[in-house]
Each structure stands twice: as C-alpha cells, then as structure tokens.
C-alpha cells in the first residue's frame, strides 16, 4: 500500500522543467532513489522510508524531493568543490529521534511528525542541507563564534529556499540589529554583505565560507581572518566593526523578510537571491 501511494505520487509529481528529464526515481518498498545530473555533476538522493509512519504525507515527500534537486545543486556549485561536499544525500523519515531534524555526513534525519505539525517548514532542510554541505567545518575554536555554523546555515535556508521561499518566507525570518545584535548572532549580517559587496570576481560569502571551512584561524586572530574574506572587495582594509556599524545603519538591516502572498518588503527593493539563481 505505501509503495503504491508514493508510486502515484512521484508519477504525478511536477518536477522543475529544466530538471525533470534529469532524474530518474526508482521506488521499493522502503527507499526512494533518485539520481541524476545538473550542469555535469552526478546527484544521489535517498529516501529511507523503513520508520516511516505516514504522518509526512506522500504530497510533502514529493515537495521534500523536489527541494532538494532545486536547492542542494545551487549550494554544492557555490560551495562543494571548497567544503569537498558529499553528492549522495540520504534523507531519513522517520517517527523517533530528535524532534525536528538533523545532519550527519551525507545523512539527514527529519522527524516523521514535523510536517504534520508544521506543514510549510520545508525548508528546515534547506538548513540541514547547508551542514551536509559544509562537511565538517564544526571546530568552534577555529572561528570567531562557533554560532557561525548554524548562522552560514541560516542563510543558505534564506538565499537558497525552495521555489523562492515560497513556504519559507511567510513563517521564518532573517534577524534584525534588535533581534541580533553583534555579528556572532546575526543571521542578516552575511547575506547584507554578499548582497552588497559580493562581485563575479570576489564572491565574499564563499571567502567566508572557506576561510571557515580551512580552520586556519583560531578566535583569537579573526581580524586577520576578516581580512583575508573582504581581500579584493569594497571591503578590503575596513575593519570588521566598522563593517558591522554600516550593516546596523542600513535600511537593508531593519526591512521584513516576511512575506504573507508574495514578496517580502526586503526582497521588493533587493534583489537578494540572485547569486543563487
């Protein structure tokens, strides 16, 4: 019975037009497999459904499938080749464990009753996405903050969200200066800087990420770290707090990104996603 249901739902489902020919599902009685390539590079997707009690519904795991090939081939492109970032994904369903989800490797765990509670939060996977593709930069004494690890993937869930955060943006928002007031707590504060100072030629989010990915630096020498992430940008020779005082004045820093049906305010005059397109 539950393999015909996901067979009729995956026969049904509408993939992203310039995805669709690319991939191909196979589904037993406990996995959905899915393979295929975007722009040259080989994508694996499992879905292990053995503890799989039915509270994500079929609908929601075809929306969970269709996330990941719309959003994890953008972050590894951006960032894989640094974080040398897995392309065989497992995604478990499962009715025990933690209550949300969670990452390990190439393995993320999503709660079986999550959606049922919470049925637009797909893009808590776009964040555990994000960790896959960090791939084990987790030294917090290698950072600045070790809050930078959920931060980076805080804003992968904003500037990568499923079909332009259309169930992300009306239910989940980047900080505010009131909300998060130093840089270690901001999730707003990197998507401002690449938004306003990344180029072609000087992309400063994926200089964030590596230099966190290289843990090269320990807390106490960020300031060089700083440094060598804004070398080659506007950026290059300001110091970090002078950064963070321009970011706090900006109007970019205090609009809403909530959206109830549509564009949020932030989103009306910033073009924000567009190094993810």
């Known amino acids: 019975m539950k393999n015909n249901i996901l067979k009729q739902g995956f026969t049904i489902a509408a993939f992203d037009e310039h995805l669709g020919s690319f991939v191909n599902t196979v589904i037993s009685e406990d996995n959905i497999v899915q393979t295929g390539c975007v722009e040259g590079t080989a994508?694996?997707?499992t879905i292990r459904l053995r503890r799989w009690a039915?509270?994500?519904t079929p609908e929601q795991i075809v929306i969970?499938?269709?996330l990941f090939w719309q959003c994890y081939p953008k972050m590894y492109r951006r960032f894989g080749k640094v974080g040398k970032s897995p392309t065989k994904i497992t995604l478990?369903?499962?009715?025990?464990?933690?209550e949300i989800a969670w990452?390990?490797?190439?393995?993320?765990?999503?709660?079986?009753?999550?959606?049922?509670r919470y049925p637009d939060d797909f893009d808590c996977i776009t964040h555990e996405l994000a960790h896959a593709i960090q791939n084990g930069w987790d030294d917090g004494s290698r950072l600045e903050y070790d809050d930078y690890i959920?931060?980076?993937?805080?804003?992968?869930?904003?500037l990568y969200a499923f079909n332009n955060g259309e169930y992300n943006d009306p239910q989940w928002e980047l900080d505010t200066p009131e909300d998060a007031k130093t840089r270690k707590d901001s999730n707003r504060f990197p998507v401002w800087f690449d938004?306003?100072?990344?180029?072609?030629?000087?992309?400063?989010?994926?200089?964030f990420f590596t230099v966190c990915r290289s843990e090269k630096y320990p807390a106490r020498q960020w300031k060089d770290a700083w440094a060598e992430i804004f070398k080659?940008?506007?950026?290059?020779?300001?110091?970090?707090?002078?950064?963070w005082k321009e970011y706090e004045a900006s109007e970019f820093a205090s609009l809403s990104t909530h959206s109830e049906n549509g564009i949020s305010p932030l989103l009306e005059k910033y073009d924000v996603r567009r190094n993810t397109k």
Do not use: M
């Not at 478990?92 to 933690?98: C, L, P, V």
């Open 43 to 45: 994508y694996k997707l």
């Open 54 to 56: 039915g509270k994500t």
């Open 64 to 66: 969970l499938s269709r």
């Open 92 to 98: 478990n369903i499962e009715d025990r464990g933690y």
């Open 103 to 116: 990452q390990s490797n190439n393995l993320i765990h999503l709660h079986d009753g999550w959606l049922q």
């Open 150 to 158: 959920e931060r980076f993937a805080d804003v992968c869930r904003y």
């Open 195 to 207: 938004y306003q100072y990344s180029t072609p030629e000087c992309d400063l989010l994926l200089n």
């Open 232 to 243: 080659g940008s506007a950026l290059e020779g300001r110091d970090i707090a002078d950064v």
